[in-house]
């Protein structure tokens, strides 16, 4: 008995929704289905497995149950015993369904609007759908749209078919749209979120500024000079490290183009932001004087394991290398991801000058011996005590104003200094209650020792229970890294393990004890 309902009207609003909303047709046939077995479940039971389909054709729409052939029934409502459901169809397999057509149900109100919010609900889904696979790909792309309207200083933005969020802190500073304007701005985060796909704006983000200058310089776009970094001070002033990959072409020439018309564009659509272009290079210490232009730098010095680099500048070009509020080293910092102290020239001989002072005291105090000799070591390059106790005697004999004579009698005498300093630190540490468990670990000088005696460490389990960023802090990040930390705790609580050890040997020893006295008593009785 065909039991469908000729409904071609469905097909022609499935049609318009489909072209209104720009999504397949399909997927709105589907939400129909939906909700017209919704409708069937409203009426027949909303345990019972009703399913609907509607002819893609002509528009007929069939209702009807399923009832799956099992073995042993769970559910009443949707299963029915194999050998019953024989009885109406004889070649059906268990897994396989029973097929019943149901009369079509007349839709009621309630009916009705159940079933409209169905597919609207069904159609939102899809649409939203649709939105999040169009943009998730989009990420770091410029996008033009019109602004609809502002939340709390927060803009939505209409880019095509879709509504994205220009957040107030994502504008540059002083710049304000209105409903209907115009406003071009980077794609920097597409989240699929309960409430819908959100698509994020920014025209403040280093990205932005990047891919303005792929659309006016072709160079950039077709990978003839690359942007490596980009700082912003939005708004303000921007820093952008370039290189070519032809050394024909100047990167920073290409980018300004003629008469400054290619950044001059750029410029404007950031609202006068200032931007300096700057070659980069592969040496660390050249980029980050390039990043400080226009300012003059006369020597750099770099921290490569703190990740620190100190300029020296000229006097007169230290408000110019520092600039306004410090902008002008922040952004080169950020652009070259170095910390940027900087100096001027006075400052850097003041404080060479204190460091020679400092370290010629040491070793007058250290040696017994006057400025002269001491000044002679801290020129050579000594920095400590232990430097010059562990050099040879021949390569210290070989700076000039030295002889053998001299150079054995300077690492005797620093010899004895550090066998005293070292004999007095590990009295202070048998003072402070520091055992000799710890003083025997070959890695702790006599100082650390002491050190950790003043702050309570003083046994292996007072050691073990410290955190390897604890001990680090305790003896000075410049004597110890945290791998080295790591290493010595983990041999502090080496005899944790010692004990478990040992008592697995002895459970091991009295089992096998046992084994043997039973294999005795059966050879006995044998």
Not at 64 to 75: D, P
Not at 352 to 377: H, K, N, P, S
């Amino acid at each position: 008995m065909d039991t469908a309902v000729s409904r071609p009207e469905l097909l022609l609003v499935a049609d318009a929704v489909a072209r209104e909303k720009s999504i397949d047709r399909e997927e709105v046939l589907d939400a129909m289905e939906q909700a017209i077995q919704k409708a069937g479940r409203a009426k027949y039971g909303h345990e019972k497995d009703i399913r609907a389909t509607i002819d893609r054709k002509t528009g007929d729409v069939r209702l009807s149950r399923w009832t799956e052939a099992v073995e042993t029934v769970e559910n009443e409502e949707t299963q029915i015993p194999v050998h019953i459901a024989r009885k109406f169809q004889p070649e059906i397999k268990v897994g396989e369904h029973l097929v019943d057509p149901l009369p079509p149900i007349d839709f009621g109100r309630i009916a009705a609007q159940t079933a409209k919010q169905v597919i609207v609900q069904r159609v939102r889904e899809y649409e939203r759908k649709r939105q999040y696979d169009e943009f998730k790909d989009r990420v770091g792309e410029i996008v033009n749209g019109v602004v609809k309207r502002t939340e709390y200083g927060n803009l939505m933005v209409e880019i095509g078919r879709a509504e994205a969020l220009l957040r107030r802190d994502e504008l540059i500073p002083r710049e304000s749209f209105r409903n209907g304007d115009r406003v071009r701005a980077y794609i920097y985060d597409v989240r699929e979120e309960p409430r819908g796909p959100q698509i994020f704006l920014s025209r403040t983000h280093p990205g932005f500024l990047a891919k303005l200058f792929a659309q006016e310089v072709p160079e950039i776009y077709d990978g003839i000079i690359e942007i490596k970094a980009v700082a912003r001070d939005p708004g303000s002033r921007a820093k952008m490290a370039v290189i070519s990959r032809d050394a024909s072409i100047d990167p920073v020439g290409a980018c300004v183009g003629m008469r400054g018309s290619r950044v001059q564009a750029v410029v404007q659509e950031l609202q006068g932001e200032k931007i300096d272009i700057i070659p980069w290079s592969p040496q660390a210490a050249t980029f980050v004087v390039n990043a400080l232009a226009p300012a003059e730098v006369t020597k750099v010095v770099m921290d490569e394991d703190a990740g620190r680099v100190e300029v020296v500048v000229p006097d007169d070009q230290l408000s110019l290398a520092i600039g306004r509020r410090g902008q002008n080293v922040r952004l080169a910092s950020q652009l070259t991801r170095w910390d940027i102290d900087i100096l001027t020239e006075a400052e850097e001989s003041e404080r060479r000058q204190e460091e020679f002072r400092r370290r010629t005291g040491l070793f007058v105090e250290a040696l017994d011996v006057d400025d002269v000799i001491a000044g002679l070591l801290v020129t050579e390059g000594f920095n400590s005590i232990e430097e010059l106790a562990f050099t040879p005697p021949d390569e210290l004999a070989a700076i000039e104003g030295f002889d053998d004579a001299v150079a054995e009698e300077l690492i005797r005498r620093a010899e004895q200094f550090l066998l005293k300093r070292d004999n007095e630190l590990n009295d202070q540490r048998i003072a402070l209650g520091v055992s000799d468990d710890i003083a025997a670990m070959e890695t702790l000088t006599p100082a650390m020792l002491v050190a950790l005696g003043q702050k309570g460490v003083k046994t292996l389990d007072d050691l073990a229970d410290l955190a390897s960023d604890e001990l680090v802090e305790i003896v000075g990040e410049a004597n110890m890294d945290e791998t080295t930390a790591n290493e010595i705790i983990m041999a502090a609580r080496a005899h944790w393990f010692d004990g478990e050890e040992a008592h697995t040997e002895e459970l091991a020893g009295d089992a096998g004890e046992a084994e043997a006295t039973e294999d005795g008593e059966a050879a006995d009785h044998a």
